[in-house]
């Protein structure tokens, strides 16, 4: 159940009050807000008092949950805004992993001259074996922190553990949460301690309903700008890498209140077809999308086989710009 | 291995050959063409001057595969056309289940009323089970008949095993052979026989090898007009009916020579999802939509959850038109 | 909801009251038996007098759940025995396909030798391919029919499609569907005219749910015997052919009335993890094992990897005997 | 590729090296190991002179891999043995959550009389949802250290994400990584740095080899001690918690020197499952048990669902010690 108390109820009476709710408390503009397992149905007479209203919930998607608050969120970063009554779908493109200046210096003066806002580059790999390239990692971020003061870009990267998660929220605008790390409570308790929009991307073997629950873990911490990422999940089909989820995207599009972004490089795995699903992503009417783009894709350090090359990333874009006139939308 | 024997062999002596390599054997134009289990990489050198030309394969998906023939298979019938170098994408609509003559009288002039050419309306339903409407059998596919005289619309229906497949041979223009009976041989070799389009539905726990290897049993039968459907797939997320597999389709526009249509409807179960979904799929560029509508899909005797009423649908063709010009295709 | 008539009710009036019920009628002992969809959850005033009692469901597994029936159904074939009352597990062993007299023959002798009552092997193979052996058919089947005379083993053989199911029935003593066929309606409901056990293989994508309604296909025809076999999913995994759902097999124990066979050939794929997955599958407490031998795997024309050679086999036989003992039961 | 050097090379020559092959380097008795990406084939000539012997390897499972080492390494704790030349079974038994100490104590003294040597109880719960219980942390942590005191039972305890990895790894005599946390590269290789056994789980939604090569960054860091888990994975079928994967218990045991432990009661997720799964298991002839038991499921605050009561849970114990007699094996 989700409480708004009163605004005239002191910090010290919100938290005695979910103490004894077994509530998690947080404070919203100007009044706190309760959140109790969704067991909880009634509000105790002593309690009511203070109460300015309440929403019963039937599962413990609470905050993100349309039946809590059915307008969109409204998500911002420097320039850009996607979610609330805004028709804007974002791409968000550059390389898999960050690997040099030279590298990431050309996917942003693409990026510039494509009129994309938001740069995206890995510093912190969550690589499967220990052998590989592991991401350049403080020198990556401080990279990137170069990219936007001479490009003015915004920049997106990933937090894979929380042993770096404060050097991540230092540099970048938006904080990836990956897929590998998305059930990691610190990571999220953390996030919901900070003002920085956050990316939370689906694991491949994550449902619906405990992707959401993670969003809550950062919502019921007070930040309220968390935008849902999916990005393929693990089917017995291995031709492609992952199954791009996107009746699952439109089941988040239809109970959840938060963005949803779509990264359809990860979950095809090969340069191929990213194309055409990023196309069919357009229309479907995600708030952005991830593309992975890289100056020579066969030279990559990490997932040579998925990153566009640059020329078919710029045409690609001049299809979604006509694809999303033709939904009502627009892409920045 | 394919091979193309030269014009002058003869039936006989293409037999005898085929014998020889564990072949299997059908007539195209006016040569005979050898289909060998892809371990064959070498033609016997008393074989070679009976042969036109060859090609060694990598895997048992042989006919349909693009490293035979490159170009998309042209399907035809009636006056709609898909695949070839037409930028076609057909609407194929109607209820999941034909269950009245008012019914099927409504859908079809609501097709008509739409400039769409093809209804699909099921008459055997492969229905879990045996305590649910079973459909109304030759019936329905009699009031089929019907409507096609009275309207002009084309017909496509599903065989869900081998005991009806002459009634849907006999009155449908296109056959579909169901997501639940696509392993069944002799369903396949039967639709090798016939000279009418094959609608081959994907099995919800079918790999992508193995779907095109269903389709190989027709193609190697002699009827070169087989079209891929996918229509989702089962994993582990179950708040969607199934897992609309996007990138499994993407893989077979690129290594198959069967054009592709996508069925949005049966992938996700339910109705408010289905417009985002098939306006993807039209950005995505398949070669067309199987989209359930009923008139009134409440009363629906069976996926009620999942058809479109008439407003959505006629409002979604509209939208699908628009992304259609977006894309430089066609929506017939 | 099921419902037993009066015996004195006559077939006309069951039929009758059938109709109106929208029910399925069969005939059990010397009363009628009534299926309904499970939504039905009373009896109508002007039926009441024609009933013997009654059982409301609550899922369209009905004449399978122990909500009907707790105790476990008897199967007998020949002098074998498995579920009711009993302890026993018995071992059904041979090739995945027959492939000449000299391979079943000298399976045979072993079976005789180990004491195993029952032979397996496949006439009819639901291969992917077309362009694969697809087994010896009718030939096979009267091979099966002569180690029958040899040597008295019961015979086990499969259906993959409706075009041999008569074949079938004549010459078995258990009719197997296969995976890929089990959800023929036209197979399952000839299954529940005839009184042969009915040994009925869960799809690789199919849920327990969808699996058991298959089973009440053939139960209400009337059949009674009806065998449950699990044989390994589809999942993400592929290191291994399929995924032995021993869970799933759990709750078919727990709410089923049916006896369940395991394959763990099938589901490993591989010879090397039979003999420990055989061994589980007996401690587990099946009613019964699917294990394919061969006399020289290597050899074998379908599934040469998952079979088991005759010393690897019989040394199995002996580590199972061991293991039944310790768990109260009897391998037969 | 894996290379031992000569036990006269230095530290310094180790790992120059290793940068110069791009290989982790670390110390194993008196000499040092490198391991290089499994691409690298070949030793550089340079370098010949400072090798005692090399393994190329097929993938980047490498130290974990029979292909490296053939035998089964030992585990040891306490007095507790596993692994190796043994053919001990260990059953490692409690609650899912430590709740109290009237909850602990009785736990331990049911284990105490059963002869079971370890006792495992979360401290830190990876829940799905922020508004149910997170566990007793650090408070557990001490009553499992008191556990340990009063009733010289070893203790093995969870980690759930890094904020707490330091404690555990002070309070616990094995050091489980759960599911969620397995891919957490600062928790991997923070473990390979300590000298306890490490317990690693499978993720629900993790390959076979992504899973090894986990360990891989355990096992490169110089533990050696690395006990893989197998606890269910997450499929299409949703009337089990997840789906017991024995056929990849079976790989693991079949391509890796690390024991392999089974959790049947994550996996099926309802207690009627877990004593033949359990009794399974111990017949499949693996190294170790993960069960759940607690005093009195019904009132557990995490997972009651799947607990064995005290009564169930010692049946259990005589029944599995009568079939590892049958199998040649010791439960400890």
């Given at each position: 159940?989700?409480?708004?108390l009163n605004n005239s109820v002191s910090a010290q009476t919100a938290n005695e009050i979910g103490e004894h709710?077994?509530?998690?408390v947080?404070k919203?503009?100007?009044y706190y807000?309760l959140?109790?397992?969704?067991?909880?149905?009634?509000?105790?007479?002593?309690v009511?008092?203070h109460?300015?209203?309440?929403?019963?919930?039937?599962?413990?998607?609470?905050?993100?949950?349309?039946?809590?608050?059915?307008?969109?969120?409204?998500?911002?970063?420097?320039?850009?805004?996607?979610?609330?009554?805004?028709?804007?779908?974002?791409?968000?493109?550059?390389?898999?992993?960050?690997?040099?200046?030279?590298?990431?210096?050309?996917?942003?003066?693409?990026?510039?001259?494509?009129?994309?806002?938001?740069?995206?580059?890995?510093?912190?790999?969550?690589?499967?074996?220990?052998?590989?390239?592991?991401?350049?990692?403080?020198?990556?971020?401080?990279?990137?922190?170069?990219?936007?003061?001479?490009?003015?870009?915004?920049?997106?990267?990933?937090?894979?553990?929380?042993?770096?998660?404060?050097?991540?929220?230092?540099?970048?605008?938006?904080?990836?949460?990956?897929?590998?790390?998305?059930?990691?409570?610190?990571?999220?308790?953390?996030?919901?301690?900070?003002?920085?929009?956050?990316?939370?991307?689906?694991?491949?073997?994550?449902?619906?309903?405990?992707?959401?629950?993670?969003?809550?873990?950062?919502?019921?911490?007070?930040?309220?700008?968390?935008?849902?990422?999916?990005?393929?999940?693990?089917?017995?089909?291995?031709?492609?890498?992952?199954?791009?989820?996107?009746?699952?995207?439109?089941?988040?599009?239809?109970?959840?209140?938060?963005?949803?972004?779509?990264?359809?490089?990860?979950?095809?795995?090969?340069?191929?077809?990213?194309?055409?699903?990023?196309?069919?992503?357009?229309?479907?009417?995600?708030?952005?999308?991830?593309?992975?783009?890289?100056?020579?894709?066969?030279?990559?350090?990490?997932?040579?086989?998925?990153?566009?090359?640059?020329?078919?990333?710029?045409?690609?874009?001049?299809?979604?710009?006509?694809?999303?006139?033709?939904?009502?939308?627009?892409?920045?």
């Amino acid at each position: 159940m989700i409480i708004h108390l009163n605004n005239s109820v002191s910090a010290q009476t919100a938290n005695e009050i979910g103490e004894h709710l077994k509530a998690i408390v947080f404070k919203e503009a100007d009044y706190y807000v309760l959140v109790t397992p969704f067991a909880q149905k009634d509000i105790p007479t002593s309690v009511q008092a203070h109460v300015q209203s309440s929403w019963p919930m039937d599962s413990d998607i609470q905050l993100a949950s349309k039946n809590y608050k059915s307008e969109l969120r409204r998500i911002r970063w420097g320039n850009t805004e996607i979610g609330g009554d805004t028709d804007n779908t974002v791409v968000i493109a550059g390389p898999c992993s960050i690997e040099s200046w030279e590298q990431i210096d050309a996917t942003a003066r693409l990026l510039k001259s494509l009129n994309i806002s938001t740069l995206r580059a890995g510093c912190y790999k969550p690589r499967t074996s220990p052998y590989t390239f592991q991401g350049l990692g403080l020198e990556g971020l401080k990279m990137l922190a170069e990219v936007r003061r001479q490009y003015g870009l915004n920049i997106i990267t990933e937090v894979k553990d929380s042993s770096h998660i404060e050097e991540v929220i230092e540099y970048t605008d938006i904080v990836q949460i990956g897929a590998k790390a998305m059930y990691d409570q610190s990571i999220l308790r953390r996030c919901g301690e900070i003002r920085k929009p956050i990316l939370l991307k689906r694991g491949f073997g994550t449902t619906l309903q405990e992707f959401v629950q993670a969003a809550e873990f950062i919502l019921s911490g007070g930040n309220s700008e968390v935008i849902l990422c999916e990005r393929g999940i693990r089917t017995f089909e291995t031709k492609t890498r992952f199954t791009f989820d996107l009746c699952g995207a439109a089941w988040l599009k239809q109970h959840t209140n938060c963005p949803v972004i779509l990264d359809p490089s990860h979950a095809m795995g090969y340069a191929y077809g990213v194309p055409d699903l990023a196309k069919a992503s357009v229309a479907f009417g995600c708030d952005g999308l991830l593309i992975e783009t890289h100056p020579n894709p066969k030279l990559a350090k990490s997932d040579a086989a998925q990153q566009l090359d640059f020329e078919v990333f710029t045409k690609l874009m001049g299809d979604m710009r006509n694809i999303a006139v033709a939904v009502g939308r627009e892409i920045i």
